[in-house]
């Protein structure tokens, strides 16, 4: 019988395709990226890459198509949103919530509209490519408007007559200024996020994705943290340890020829700023040394 292989369904090209790509080219994965496949195997694990639309991938996982996929929690939200309404299997396990494809779902006025709350959109239109979230948002809110359904340029609707507000992605804010809208309500709070089949019946394939999540975990806490090597004072070594950001049980080692100064190593779980530096300096610091970490495990 020949071994079955995890399917991963990956964005072909967007936003969130180069991050994903690295993500698992640092869990190891060796992937020979050829634009225009549809799907790569994986060299030296037993791994499919499927790349597809985003907007294909919560439906392809769903239906149990592809075991894992990486992609926003906005589409993830308005396809369940969709295939709830009309009966279909809309299940999924969020297994991960990564550090990449950052941004909000938001309502926006144009900067001539008086908008002092949702409630002053009863009867308006609102341009929209997530129909479904806004939809259900409205309910919420008690508020009925006309939802107008775009697939693309949704910033410029207001401008060109067809609706009176819009509802899309922002992150930085720019496209909304740029097309004098200012940012009213966030509606969701979004960013990349790996989902999961309902259920993975294969032990082997359920045991090849707990490793995935051990990595991927383990090269997003990587990314984050810094190993900080230096020199210090032995009566300062309390005190050098208190400015380390975020470091746990430090090694502390004897240095060859001196007997008051120690080598201090430790791994710092948050970013080591140059104001921390020049703090363990005054403290008697010196050959402060702050690296990247590649890999870890717990
Ligand atoms: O071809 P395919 O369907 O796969 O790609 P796509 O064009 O539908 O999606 P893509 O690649 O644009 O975005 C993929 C995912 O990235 C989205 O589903 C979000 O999860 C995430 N993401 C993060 C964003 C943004 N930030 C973002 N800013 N997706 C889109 N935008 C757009 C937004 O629609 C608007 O046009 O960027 C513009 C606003 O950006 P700012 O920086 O000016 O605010
Ligand atoms: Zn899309």
Redesign the pocket.
């Known amino acids: 019988m020949t071994e079955k292989r995890l399917k991963i369904a990956v ?6 395709s180069d991050a994903t790509l690295d993500i698992l080219k640092r869990c190891g994965l060796r992937i020979n990226q050829s634009k225009n496949k549809l799907i790569t195997h994986v060299k030296n694990m037993p791994i499919d890459i499927l790349f597809v ?3 294909d991938i919560p439906g392809l996982v769903m239906e149990g198509v592809v075991d894992l996929g990486f992609v ?1 929690d ?2 993830m939200q308005e396809v369940s949103l969709q295939r709830a309404k009309f009966g279909e299997q809309a299940e999924f396990v969020k297994l991960i919530a990564l550090d990449y ?3 909000r779902l938001s309502i926006a006025t144009t900067e001539e509209q008086n908008y002092t709350s949702i409630q002053d959109l009863s009867g308006c239109r609102i341009a929209t490519s997530y129909p479904y979230s806004l939809g259900r948002y409205l309910e919420e809110q008690g508020v009925s408007a006309k939802i107008v359904h775009l697939t693309g340029s949704v ?1 410029v609707a207001p401008r060109a007559g067809l609706a009176d507000a819009i509802c ?9 200024e740029a097309n004098g809208l200012r940012e009213d309500e966030v509606i969701l709070r ?1 960013a ?1 996020t790996l989902v999961r089949r309902p259920t993975i019946e294969n032990e082997a394939l359920k045991q090849l994705v707990d490793r995935l999540i051990v990595r991927i975990n383990g090269v997003m806490q990587a990314k984050e943290s810094k190993y900080i090597m230096l020199h210090a004072p032995k009566n300062q070594v309390d005190a050098i340890i208190n400015l380390l950001p975020g470091a746990e049980k430090p090694t502390i080692l004897p240095l060859a020829g001196s007997d008051d100064q120690v080598a201090i190593h430790a791994v710092s779980t948050e970013t080591v700023f140059w104001e921390t530096m020049e703090s363990l300096k005054q403290l008697g610091g010196s050959s402060i040394l702050v690296l990247p970490i590649e890999k870890m495990m717990e």
């Open positions: 964005q072909k090209s967007g936003r969130l639309r985003d907007d926003g906005n589409i494809g950052h941004c910033e899309d992605l922002v992150s930085t804010g720019v496209t909304l979004s990349a």
